[in-house]
């Protein structure tokens, strides 16, 4: 009697795990480590649009150099079901979408999560990327008439070999990192996140800090107007 209860206890286990998966494959959940999911969300001509405006939840946001003539947004992960993007007069738009309840109770956070823009060299215009715990990455873009405003809440900010004319960083529990960058005009701003400076290369700087650590080093900076600040945090930086 026994093992005819725990038989029927073990059917039950699986039927119900089956259910789950079924379930959580069709609301995007991640029960599986082979994610997979991959969706191209637009392709533009760069003289369709000037502006991008990027408004993320959870998701992470990640700019890169195109060597295409084209632009192009794609989401991998979860960001597949929440994040999309389209024209609005010259702006792309990306957007995400909250989580429901289920999906937060169930999901697990993956690095596979994020949408990504990839930006030719032809591209001018400005960019702005606001995300509330995701994080933001500008990767390779080479816009001489690229300018960059980011702001997170939570979300750590990445910039990579970059060269702009104008980034404003603003990030309140977040850490910013800026390493082998040119920018002609930039400003960062924490609350508690540290600021990571590696070979940075500014005209003009102006970098405060509430209580984060602001470190590294700044290079060709002697006539650079530069300001680093930190209220209660430390200042370990290379001139």
């Known amino acids: 009697m026994k093992n005819k209860t725990l038989v029927t206890l073990l059917?039950?286990?699986?039927?119900?795990?089956?259910?789950?998966?079924?379930?959580?494959?069709?609301?995007?959940?991640?029960?599986?480590?082979?994610?997979g999911s991959y969706e191209m969300l637009v392709t533009l001509e760069t003289s369709e649009?000037?502006?991008?405006?990027?408004?993320?939840?959870?998701?992470?946001?990640?700019?890169?150099?195109?060597?295409?003539?084209?632009?192009?947004?794609?989401?991998?992960?979860?960001?597949?079901?929440?994040?999309?993007a389209a024209l609005d007069g010259r702006t792309l738009v990306i957007t995400e979408s909250a989580?429901?309840?289920?999906?937060?109770?169930?999901?697990?956070?993956s690095y596979d999560?994020?949408?990504?823009?990839?930006l030719p060299s032809s591209f001018t215009g400005r960019i702005e990327a606001v995300s509330?715990?995701?994080?933001?990455?500008?990767?390779?873009?080479?816009?001489?008439?690229?300018?960059?405003?980011?702001?997170t809440d939570s979300g750590d900010v990445s910039v990579y070999d970059c060269r702009l004319p104008a980034l404003?960083?603003?990030?309140?529990?977040g850490d910013v990192s800026l390493y082998d960058d040119e920018i002609a005009a930039l400003s960062v701003t924490t609350d508690s996140g540290d600021v990571w400076l590696g070979d940075l290369r500014v005209e003009k700087a102006d970098i405060l800090s509430?209580?984060?650590?602001?470190?590294?080093?700044?290079?060709?900076?002697?006539?650079?107007?530069?300001t680093i600040v930190s209220d209660t945090g430390d200042v370990y930086v290379d001139y």
């Open 11 to 35: 059917v039950i286990a699986l039927l119900l795990i089956a259910a789950g998966i079924a379930v959580g494959g069709g609301m995007g959940w991640s029960y599986s480590p082979f994610r």
């Open 49 to 84: 649009f000037d502006a991008i405006r990027a408004e993320m939840l959870e998701c992470d946001l990640r700019f890169y150099e195109s060597w295409d003539d084209t632009a192009e947004a794609y989401a991998s992960g979860r960001a597949v079901r929440h994040v999309t």
């Open 99 to 109: 989580s429901d309840r289920l999906e937060r109770l169930f999901r697990r956070d």
């Open 113 to 118: 999560d994020y949408a990504a823009v990839w």
């Open 132 to 151: 509330v715990s995701g994080d933001i990455t500008l990767s390779d873009l080479p816009g001489e008439g690229i300018r960059a405003s980011v702001t």
């Open 168 to 173: 404003t960083v603003t990030a309140a529990d």
């Open 210 to 226: 509430g209580s984060g650590t602001v470190y590294g080093s700044l290079c060709d900076s002697d006539s650079a107007d530069v």
